[in-house]
């Protein structure tokens, strides 16, 4: 009874600390992305250039409050967060909560696929290395990982797209849907923005189809990115795991070395994996610019790019405080699963 007084008080204690620490660090976050995009130069300025006159590049300062004090500035940005306002763009005069709603949903749903990717290949594979330890397909499934986390993401959508999609013809080349997929799916109601959602939504199957084949190349060019890793943390955790005491009672039982692995190992060696995800979901998104570029998907990432390439910063600042806090709240709720699962991560 005791130790399970002891077991709830230390996770909550646990969870209570990851909460408290969640909080500087989104401001810092916020913080740096303000004051960095600020040392880069005058917002308008940088967006408009010479296609403005002096009085009306004063005039858009102005607007924007820009030719307040910074720490006024600031202070009004803080208060925008936490309101869930990430201001509006110079390019386009868009609110970037607009732009969070729809392009969002587009990178939410190629990083879920993604992630899906990533598990179902870095998974099997690591697993396999172990059994084959330092044998030909340990030594090659490695050196897979090594290299599915080392090539450029858009080289390898690239190296896809050739022959995937100019050479053998199989799957689309770039974008979410077929253009008369898109409009019609973009009519559902109530409109989640998630293709998959809206096309069953639709309830035509070949529109469901069309969406899924062009979700194929850009979630695996990027569930890539993240297989290795799992492969090789799988692989790792899985020879300690066969190496502790009561795996080796099991076998000292009879019991098979496939029940062994399956049963007794393989379980407790997936336990790091779910510790890590924050951090690869993080790696995700970040991996999304490069593989929303090349595939056309218009996500976040696929904005951000577009902004970058107008100069617009505030645009631009929004989105990256925006995919910040993401990040922060993402990588918390991973440490409450990661808490609750395994009771190590607590201490």
Do not use: C
């Not at 005069?93 to 990178?107: E, P, R």
């Amino acid at each position: 009874m005791a130790s399970t007084k002891t077991s709830s008080g230390s996770l909550r204690t646990y969870l209570i600390t990851r909460l408290v620490l969640v909080i500087p660090m989104v401001w810092i976050l916020v913080t740096l992305v303000f004051f960095v995009l600020r040392v880069v130069g005058d917002p308008i300025k940088s967006a408009f250039g010479d296609r403005l006159s002096p009085a009306e590049l004063a005039a858009k300062e102005h607007a924007a409050g820009l030719d307040r004090p910074l720490l006024t500035q600031y202070w009004d940005y803080l208060k925008g967060v936490l309101q869930g306002d990430f201001g509006t763009s110079l390019t386009d005069n868009t609110k970037i909560s607009k732009i969070l709603k729809i392009n969002g949903a587009a990178t939410l749903e190629l990083t879920l696929w993604a992630l899906l990717v990533a598990l179902v290949i870095g998974i099997p594979l690591g697993r396999l290395a172990a059994r084959y330890r330092d044998r030909a397909p340990d030594v090659g499934l490695r050196l897979f990982g090594v290299l599915a986390y080392a090539i450029p993401v858009f080289f390898l959508g690239l190296l896809l797209k050739l022959l995937f999609s100019i050479q053998l013809g199989w799957l689309p080349v770039n974008g979410r849907a077929s253009p008369n997929v898109e409009v019609a799916i973009n009519d559902v109601s109530p409109n989640t923005h998630v293709y998959l959602i809206n096309a069953i939504l639709y309830g035509d199957n070949s529109y469901i189809w069309d969406v899924l084949k062009h979700t194929v190349l850009p979630a695996i060019t990027l569930g890539l990115l993240v297989a290795g890793i799992f492969l090789r943390l799988v692989r790792v955790n899985l020879l300690q795991t066969l190496r502790a005491d009561y795996v080796e009672a099991a076998r000292a039982r009879g019991v098979r070395e496939g029940r062994v692995v399956r049963k007794h190992a393989f379980r407790n060696a997936l336990i790091p994996v779910v510790t890590v995800m924050g951090l690869q979901i993080a790696a995700l998104l970040g991996g999304a610019v490069l593989t929303e570029e090349t595939f056309e998907w218009q996500g976040l990432g696929f904005k951000l790019a577009f902004y970058l390439q107008r100069q617009d910063y505030v645009a631009v600042q929004g989105i990256v405080t925006a995919v910040a806090v993401a990040v922060a709240i993402i990588s918390f709720l991973i440490d409450v699963v990661a808490a609750t699962v395994d009771p190590r991560v607590r201490y």
